[in-house]
């Protein structure tokens, strides 16, 4: 028969809410956990059950905070950590994010966005279609699975409000940089299409003036963005795999996870 006392039901609590704050970082951030179609009150509810379900895993000689101001910096970092991981893996899928506004401004979708900023305004058509597609591919690719894993690994190498030195701002600010980097090199076959029909257009309504191509740029725009979609979706999921490559290996690498168990 197990004993229940005061002081293990509060060490069982302060680990189930420690371990459910984790997770509840992570849900709020990650691309493929965050969007609208989850409630905030089913992540709470997803966020402790999983840190139920992980209390396992946890290191039974760490020391557990107790209740007081220092156990509210400890849940701050806890969530911190959890943000932290699904923010970086955002940062990774702005590469296909840069390459599909790239395509949508110069087929013309994103036209209205151009000419009028609003920040309530949507991005263009297939901005929307490529960003849906990656978000599928992260679910095909079980990223979402990692992502819990790593945090499940994480109770192993990161104690309770303890940050990882090796997460700075400059390892996120190269993190940026890459993943620009990278959405522009996947971006220039786009240009590069479209730089050869701006050429041609600009060619032919120089030598045929009563052509009057540039009326009609937009009917030969969304076609070639078509055909380019066409020509990008049996690549995108091994540029995909590339944009979050880099995301991964700097959060395992900044809680010194192995690769496998």
């Known amino acids: 028969m197990i004993n229940l006392t005061g002081a293990l039901i509060e060490q069982y609590t302060i680990a189930l809410m420690l371990t459910s704050v984790r997770f509840m970082g992570l849900l709020l951030t990650a691309p493929m956990l965050s969007f609208r179609a989850f409630p905030i009150s089913f992540r709470v509810m997803l966020s402790v059950l999983i840190g139920f379900l992980a209390m396992p895993v946890l290191n039974s ?40 506004e790239v395509l949508s401004f110069l087929s013309g979708f994103s036209y209205a966005s151009t000419m009028f ?16 597609m990656a978000l599928a591919m992260t679910f095909s690719l079980n990223i979402h699975l990692i992502l819990i894993d790593i945090v499940l690994q994480s109770f192993k190498a990161v104690p309770f409000g303890t940050w990882p030195s090796n997460w700075s701002a400059q390892s996120l600010f190269v993190l940026m940089t890459q993943s620009f980097q990278l959405g522009l090199i996947l971006s220039m076959p786009i240009l590069l299409v479209y730089l050869m029909f701006n050429l041609t257009q600009a060619f032919l309504g120089r030598t045929s003036p009563q052509l009057n191509l540039f009326s009609v740029g937009f009917a030969f725009t969304i076609p070639i963005a078509f055909l380019v979609l066409t020509l990008i979706l049996p690549d995108l999921q091994l540029m995909l795999i590339r944009a979050i490559e880099n995301p991964l290996r700097l959060v395992r690498d900044g809680m010194e996870l192995k690769l496998g168990r």
């Open 117 to 132: 900023r609003d920040p309530a305004l949507e991005s263009g058509l297939v901005a929307q279609f490529l960003g849906l």
């Open 61 to 100: 000689n760490e020391p557990l905070p107790q209740f007081g101001m220092a156990s509210y910096f400890t849940v701050g970092i806890e969530l911190a950590i959890g943000a932290f991981i699904g923010f970086t893996i955002r940062m990774g899928l702005i590469v296909i994010d840069i390459a599909a």
